[in-house]
């Protein structure tokens, strides 16, 4: 399986700033997916990252509020924009397990707290 | 339109009892359904899949699920529960032909398991 590494763990930020999320895999993947887990919500994907293309947005994510990169198969990050106390969530990174699997293997995900 | 409903927010069964926790789903043709774990303060952790074939599916830690296409149902079973089983558990679908990462998760069922 596949080793996710995201930073920061945690972090409190203030209202209107904005933050940067990593999420490093141990190995090559084409696509990295990222989710929002609000405070007793469900996961939500917010946008797939395929390397050397933009991200693609769901419904109700758009791109000014969060910038994705994909430099290379192993790194991507999120960045949460003019962050208000509603952004306050886990985010998490997932990739697919293996390859035609279905499955998704997820980050222990970033607890974004904002006051 | 996806959705998945979990209708039990909680629920809370003795060690060594069998426990059920149930999910429903809506999706245009047929879905690939998935369960996962989430402990706390960690990611989520992938339990079992339904793709196709046989409907009575088998999982990590002795957990099983049941595809009824009928009932549009998957709950999530297993025969004798571990007071380590308490943990936040999330059903998901996705359907055929959409993008590898768009899982549509419920709500999540908080399982306590009492010695």
């Known amino acids: 399986s596949a080793v996710i590494s995201q930073k920061p763990s945690r972090d409190i930020c203030q209202r209107g700033t904005s933050l940067t999320i990593q999420c490093q895999v141990d190995s090559q993947v084409t696509m990295m997916f990222w989710y929002r887990q609000q405070p007793g919500q469900s996961l939500t994907l917010i946008a797939t990252?395929?390397?050397?293309?933009?991200?693609?947005?769901e419904s109700g994510f758009v791109i000014d509020k969060f910038p994705i990169s994909r430099p290379n198969l192993t790194f991507s990050t999120l960045t949460v924009s003019n962050m208000s106390p509603e952004d306050s969530s886990i985010y998490l990174c997932?990739?697919?397990?293996?390859?035609?699997?279905?499955?998704?293997?997820f980050g222990e995900g970033s607890r974004l707290t904002v006051l | 339109a996806q959705s998945v409903a979990q209708p039990e927010d909680q629920v809370n069964v003795a060690e060594g009892n069998p426990l059920t926790v149930k999910c429903t789903y809506s999706?245009?043709?047929?879905?690939?359904l998935f369960w996962y774990v989430q402990y706390p303060n960690r990611g989520l952790q992938f339990l079992l899949k339904?793709?196709?074939?046989?409907?009575l599916v088998k999982g990590s830690y002795g957990f099983e699920a049941e595809f009824n296409k009928s009932q549009t149902s998957f709950h999530l079973k297993k025969p004798s529960a571990l007071v380590s089983d308490s943990a936040l558990y999330f059903c998901?679908?996705?359907?055929?032909?959409?993008?590898?990462?768009?899982?549509?998760f419920g709500r999540g069922t908080q399982l306590t398991v009492w010695p």
């Open positions: 998901a679908v996705r359907s055929r032909g959409s993008t590898l990462g768009r899982l549509y």
């Open positions: 999706v245009s043709g047929n879905p690939y």
């Open positions: 997932s990739v697919e397990r293996g390859t035609g699997t279905g499955e998704l293997f």
């Open positions: 990252a395929n390397q050397g293309s933009e991200a693609t947005y």
């Open positions: 339904y793709i196709t074939g046989d409907n």
